[in-house]
């Protein structure tokens, strides 16, 4: 199988072709940024100390004073500043996952764990390929390219990953759903094992959620993973207030992922 949309680097410590197969997604195992933890260990020990209603709190203050951010994101030093924030970025993924925002956001899962693009507005065809340069044009974006955002994505992900691990129950997995009418738009469909057994490569991030019937909303393909916590970025609990809970959205890292084709109830 082609590795074309892997890249061989990585942060993670792990091969990327290993972390982007369906065999991590059956058996994972805890991932880390290298040095993010280390860079970081007074926010990690700190939330030891408090208990799940207090730990969003607690780093989403740690964000706030160490990448200065403002509540309403920007700070005037002489003039109007704007300094991208992770908050930010998140609500326009939620908004267009194809926006400026979404761009920086792939470039991040690309950066970090070596998961190149498949789809930006348009399907892109290798590093070579306009639509990448297309893509590379969006990431760059200064709007939103600046203020240390991949240090911050770093941090939201090793957050995620410490919530998960100390306060959300079960085997280190979550059954994650998605919709759609072209399935091919955003992904590949590597492999049909049987009638309703799929390997599909997804996105170099993506969006499901844990809510069947809001899948249905958005198509008539439901497919149907075990995302391991490994592979998840964010998701509403994580960021109560900030995130709607209303379509239970779960961003995820891509990859390849057994993927069950569940009829609509």
């Given at each position: 199988?082609?590795?074309?949309?892997?890249?061989?680097?990585n942060l993670i410590g792990a091969p990327t072709n290993f972390f982007a197969s369906p065999a991590f997604n059956v058996s994972p195992v805890p991932i880390h940024i290298n040095g993010v933890r280390e860079m970081n260990h007074q926010l990690f020990e700190t939330l030891k100390r408090f208990g799940r209603e207090?730990?969003?709190?607690?780093?989403?203050?740690?964000?706030?004073?160490?990448?200065?951010?403002?509540?309403?994101?920007?700070?005037?030093?002489?003039?109007?500043?704007?300094?991208?924030?992770?908050?930010?970025?998140?609500?326009?993924?939620?908004?267009?996952?194809?926006?400026?925002?979404?761009?920086?956001?792939?470039?991040?899962?690309?950066?970090?764990?070596g998961l190149l693009p498949l789809y930006h507005g348009e399907p892109i065809q290798g590093i070579n390929s306009p639509s990448y340069w297309s893509y590379m044009m969006d990431r760059m974006?200064?709007?939103?390219?600046?203020?240390?955002?991949?240090?911050?994505?770093?941090?939201?992900?090793?957050?995620?990953?410490?919530?998960?691990?100390?306060?959300?129950?079960?085997?280190?997995?979550?059954?994650?759903?998605?919709?759609?009418?072209?399935?091919?738009?955003?992904?590949?469909?590597?492999?049909?094992?049987?009638?309703?057994?799929?390997?599909?490569?997804?996105?170099?991030?993506?969006?499901?959620?844990?809510?069947?019937?809001?899948?249905?909303?958005?198509?008539?393909?439901?497919?149907?993973?075990?995302?391991p916590h490994s592979k998840i970025l964010c998701f509403p609990e994580l960021l109560p207030e900030r995130i709607p809970r209303s379509e239970n959205e779960y961003i995820i890292l891509g990859g390849d992922y057994i993927s069950e084709v569940v009829d609509i109830l």
């Open positions: 199988m082609s590795n074309a949309h892997l890249l061989h680097t207090d730990a969003t709190g607690v780093f989403m203050e740690h964000m706030r004073v160490m990448f200065d951010l403002e509540p309403d994101e920007e700070k005037k030093v002489g003039k109007r500043v704007f300094r991208a924030s992770y908050l930010r970025l998140l609500r326009g993924w939620l908004f267009d996952s194809n926006r400026p925002e979404g761009a920086v956001m792939k470039g991040w899962a690309e950066s970090r764990f974006s200064p709007r939103f390219h600046n203020n240390s955002i991949f240090a911050q994505f770093d941090l939201l992900y090793e957050f995620a990953q410490y919530y998960l691990e100390r306060f959300v129950d079960g085997e280190g997995k979550v059954t994650l759903y998605r919709g759609a009418n072209d399935l091919k738009r955003e992904s590949q469909i590597v492999e049909k094992r049987e009638k309703r057994l799929w390997i599909v490569r997804n996105n170099s991030l993506a969006s499901y959620t844990s809510s069947l019937e809001r899948a249905s909303e958005f198509g008539d393909t439901i497919l149907k993973i075990e995302a």
